[in-house]
């Protein structure tokens, strides 16, 4: 009985031993696990290649396969094979017949043998980018509001006068009546911001400030709406100010409209930050931008302090005693200045961590690209040819001479930041360039210039403020090579890659090599992450 026993329990341990192993070789392959439509990349008889899976069933798998042959894109060959769940099948593949053994299909692996030579395709690794580009692409949707009042009953004579083709001396001529007395006015500005600025926390302040030579111009001219909403889409709260202008025929006077509209902007900034909470508002994150006389005012806005003032103005009040003010300080992050200047280069010595970027023509009559007078031998004439007996020396007798951008520029070079290193300064020079307003033309309209440098070199230059140093690049190494770098990651505290109609085959510290696939329309290089400050980038490169 014992005997039989064994007997029984031997064979019946003998058939179980062979149906385990009967079920775990019809289960060897799950074709469900497969990733269908995502690239698997491997290597196969020494060569990179990228596997693309289309239909995986039992007996019927079909596909493609990307060979690298040392270029960019490469284009798909097809193939089927008919696939037993046992790992053997007939890979049917440039009209050739293949014997495969061994196959395995998992989730991330693909393994087996082609004619006896083993392969193996994982996974391409493609991480998600839920990444925006702040600050450098748009990212928001707008909203605006117009005119925000910000200080009210300010004696002043005039806060706007829109552009006309009139000349300078035209526009003053017909104003001068209303330079007999002051009145009481009420300053207003344009608002643009993101609809949800919640969204990714306080946001930066823009002001922007129109040019004009103190005497024309207003919240809406050319360029300025389109440069607001430009940095609102990238998450910018942006405020284009109207201020208090006009001027007697004096250098001095001229002085004391200069600091009037400081005054002006100092009052839209505190008002600004006073409602910070309603706009989400960074008051930390302050820039400023202007053309001409705006430039004037935002340069001031930044580096000059009360003991600065110029004489002229000393009974103007302090920078911060406007009516209605908030007298607080805050500091300014940088200042696009285009074709601006200043009286004093010593005041930058005050701020030596506020960047500047400023766009200039050389040879530039209206506002002095180094040193000189405002409209030196424009008003001369103008006047000569009128009144006949000022000469060429009118401009000296209105205006005091000034500093501009190129003297600007090499003044920072000797001003020390805290670090000892000089004040950050990017000077863009028109050589040759007489046109005073670079971002209009003749006829009125933005130029290629304020487009393709103004907007994108402003929006770089503040977002490197932004994000505490360089700001991170994609670009591809010597084209048309495969190899991606993200450039630019000392400040880097996260990268990710991704890439869409193609794959990773390789990498190397901050480089990837890509496979595009020739067979799809549309194909992105994508590199995205965080900064060590929290400020998150999103760049792609298209093909």
Request: some cysteine; charged content about 20%.
């Amino acid at each position: 009985m014992g005997v039989t026993n064994n007997k029984i329990i031997k064979v019946l341990s003998v058939a179980a031993v062979s149906i385990l192993l009967i079920l775990s070789s019809c289960a060897r392959i799950d074709f469900q696990q497969v990733e269908i439509g995502q690239p698997y990349v491997g290597l196969y008889q020494g060569k990179d290649c990228v596997v693309v899976l289309i239909q995986v069933e039992e007996g019927n798998v079909k596909g493609k396969v990307y060979f690298d042959k040392g270029k960019l894109v490469a284009d798909p060959v097809g193939f089927s094979a008919d696939l037993k769940r046992s790992g053997k099948g007939t890979l049917r593949i440039g009209g050739v017949e293949k014997h495969l053994t061994k196959v395995k299909l998992k989730k991330n692996r693909l393994e087996g043998t082609i004619d006896g030579t083993a392969f193996t395709l994982l996974l391409a690794p493609n991480e998600e980018l839920p990444f925006k580009s702040q600050y450098k692409e748009p990212c928001y949707e707008v909203t605006t509001e117009q005119g925000r009042v910000y200080a009210r009953d300010v004696q002043g004579y005039w806060k706007s006068y829109p552009e006309t083709d009139e000349s300078f001396a035209v526009i003053y001529l017909r104003k001068t009546p209303e330079l007999l007395f002051k009145r009481s006015l009420d300053l207003d500005m344009d608002l643009y911001y993101p609809v949800d600025y919640s969204i990714g926390g306080r946001h930066p302040l823009l002001l922007l400030i129109h040019g004009g030579a103190f005497c024309n111009g207003y919240k809406q001219s050319i360029g300025y709406p389109e440069m607001a909403w430009h940095f609102a889409e990238r998450g910018y709260v942006v405020a284009s100010i109207n201020y208090r202008m006009g001027f007697g025929p004096t250098a001095d006077d001229v002085d004391r409209a200069g600091f009037r509209a400081l005054q002006d902007a100092h009052a839209a900034v505190c008002y600004l930050i006073e409602n910070a909470d309603e706009f989400g508002i960074d008051p930390n994150l302050i820039f400023a931008a202007g053309s001409s006389a705006g430039a004037i005012t935002a340069l001031n806005l930044a580096f000059m302090r009360d003991e600065n003032r110029p004489d002229a103005v000393v009974q103007e009040g302090t920078i911060g005693a406007l009516s209605g003010d908030i007298d607080r300080e805050f500091k300014v992050k940088a200042v696009a200045n285009m074709w601006g200047a200043v009286h004093d280069l010593s005041m930058l010595a005050n701020s030596p961590e506020t960047g500047i970027i400023a766009f200039h023509g050389d040879d530039d009559h209206i506002v002095p690209y180094g040193y000189g007078y405002p409209f030196d031998g424009i008003l001369d004439l103008h006047v000569d040819g009128i009144l006949g007996f000022f000469g060429t020396s009118f401009t000296e007798l209105v205006f005091n001479p000034m500093q501009g951008s190129k003297a600007i520029h090499d003044k920072a070079q000797t001003v020390k930041k805290a670090n000892g290193e000089p004040m950050r300064s990017e000077l863009h020079t028109c050589y040759g360039e007489s046109i005073h307003h670079l971002h209009v033309d003749d006829w009125g309209q933005l130029t290629p210039y304020f487009f393709d440098t103004i907007l994108p070199a402003t929006t770089r230059f503040f977002c490197e403020e932004l994000v505490g140093g360089t700001v991170v690049e994609l670009k591809q190494i010597d084209p048309p090579s495969p190899w991606f770098q993200a450039v630019g990651c000392d400040n880097v505290d996260e990268l990710h890659w991704r890439v869409e109609g193609g794959a990773i085959l390789d990498q190397q510290d901050n480089k990837r090599k890509v496979l595009l696939f020739g067979d799809v329309y549309n194909h992105l290089v994508m590199v995205g992450g965080m900064y060590k400050n929290g400020v998150e980038f999103n760049e792609k490169l298209s093909f």
